[in-house]
């Protein structure tokens, strides 16, 4: 079956997130753009997972609980996983490796927990925007141990991406695609170091008004988590 999709998106627990994004409002723009399978990756946190994947399965769409890990590097990396107990645990391992400083509100943005119904359930105290104390090199083994996936995200941009930290890219990550921002230059598609990668865009959405109408499918033997993970693990091949 060809779903559409986009796999990178965020709510108002990002710091960065526009607060009208709670997990139900999320939900429903999926459903409305026509996104058949979706994914929340707020900034080193899995919090607003449970309520998004509810909210999400009401509309029908097939959701996946995820993260944006930002690595020592500076690397933001999508991060998805087949469960919530998954995710969970992956966010706990995070957690323990985030910095020990709290969250400033007024200079960062709020970082709202809600549930599936449009309720605060509270404000996550701990700093999510800063950087994990874990490796590039190690993230898609580590995500892999908790039956997840791991990509870079947004590698044309040049903050907080792997080409812009790094300079390169290399197959010893282990990564098995990449991701494009719906900006891309197509020139960047064209770099040596880029050949036979593959590639996917997702709309890196921090405000309602930033998800996309349904452009972009991928072919599923059926419409569970697994599958989809297993088509990112194929990079993309069915
Ligand atoms: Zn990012
Ligand atoms: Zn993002």
Request: overall charge negative.
């Amino acid at each position: 079956m060809r779903l559409s999709f986009d796999l990178h998106m965020h709510s108002c627990l990002s710091p960065c997130g526009g607060e009208d994004n709670t997990p139900a409002n999320l939900a429903a723009m999926c459903a409305l753009a026509g996104l058949q399978v979706v994914a929340l990756t707020d900034h080193n946190t899995t919090g607003n997972c449970p309520a998004f994947c509810a909210a999400a399965q009401r509309h029908g769409l097939l959701a996946l609980p995820g993260m944006e890990l930002t690595t020592r590097e500076d690397v933001h990396v999508v991060c998805l996983f087949p469960d919530l107990p998954a995710a969970q645990r992956f966010d706990g391992y995070v957690r323990a490796r985030l910095p020990n400083i709290g969250n400033d509100p007024a200079y960062w943005g709020r970082q709202l927990l809600m549930d599936d119904g449009d309720n605060i359930l509270g404000e996550e105290t701990a700093f999510l925007a800063g950087a994990a104390d874990i490796g590039v090199y190690d993230v898609h083994a580590l995500a892999a141990s908790y039956g997840g996936i791991a990509f870079p995200a947004h590698i044309d941009r040049s903050a907080f991406s792997l080409l812009g930290a790094l300079g390169f890219w290399d197959p010893d990550m282990g990564f098995p695609l990449a991701e494009l921002t719906p900006h891309c230059p197509p020139a960047l598609r064209e770099r040596p170091d880029l050949k036979g990668v593959p590639f996917i865009v997702d709309c890196d959405a921090h405000y309602l008004n930033q998800i996309p109408d349904a452009h972009q499918y991928m072919d599923l033997p059926e419409p569970t988590a697994h599958a989809v993970l297993d088509w990112l693990r194929r990079g993309g091949r069915s």
